[in-house]
T-cell receptor, first 111, second 112 residues
């Protein structure tokens, strides 16, 4: 069964601090892995996309890593801002258009 | 233009009403999608259009009827919905079905 598991389910951090979100997957065959940011009641916004051969990808203060051997990915947020408060979703692509979504990690940044 | 737009933002309808959701993109993408998302759950794929033709219907009830009038537009026609159909409906598009999907802001649908 194709699964994507994220941890933690939620976390609270102080503004300016860093945090790391985890994603483990059992999706096969693997095509690519994407991290999306979704604000409440809004559509997901793509942050990064990585293929099998890529180990790390950055987008501003967001850095994603991928270990295709262990089927693990992480998203690191540096110097968090209040606007980073959102749900972060790990999405693994397999078999053309099919996406397997994680349940997301809800991040709350407090001043 | 690098965004997917959806209208309306919010929609409230009765179970006997007929309404439509609209989605538009001007990125030249040839694949477009409809997803349904319940609160605190990941999006669930409903339909996939590729080159203006319906390629995937994920066993969606016939009270949801998609339409792709041209390569930039995607509609979702709603008729005789149930209260459990209340959700956030997301449209997405991609260059083709293997590329990154760009999501619209969604339409929040409430069925009374």
């Amino acid at each position: 069964k194709n699964q994507v598991e994220q941890s933690p389910q939620s976390l609270i951090i102080l503004e300016g601090k860093n945090c790391t979100l985890q994603c483990n997957y059992t999706v096969s065959p693997f095509s690519n892995l994407r991290w999306y940011k979704q604000d409440t009641g809004r559509g997901p916004v793509s942050l990064t996309i990585m293929t099998f051969s890529e180990n790390t990808k950055s987008n501003g203060r967001y850095t994603a890593t991928l270990d295709a051997d262990t089927k693990q990915s992480s998203l690191h947020i540096t110097a968090s801002q209040l606007s980073d408060s959102a749900s972060y979703i790990c999405v693994v692509s397999f078999n053309d258009y099919k996406l397997s979504f994680g349940a997301g990690t809800t991040v709350t940044v407090r001043a | 233009d690098t965004e997917v737009t959806q209208t309306p933002k919010h929609l409230v309808m009765g179970m006997t009403n007929k309404k439509s959701l609209k989605c538009e993109q001007h990125m030249g993408h040839r694949a477009m999608y409809w997803y349904k998302q319940k609160a605190k759950k990941p999006p669930e794929l409903m339909f996939v259009y590729s080159y203006e033709k319906l390629s995937i219907n994920e066993s969606v009830p016939s009270r949801f009827s998609p339409e792709c009038p041209n390569s930039s537009l995607l509609n979702l026609h709603l008729h005789a919905l149930q209260p459990e159909d209340s959700a956030l409906y997301l449209c997405a598009s991609s260059q083709d079905t293997t590329d990154t999907q760009y999501f619209g802001p969604g339409t929040r649908l409430t069925v009374l």
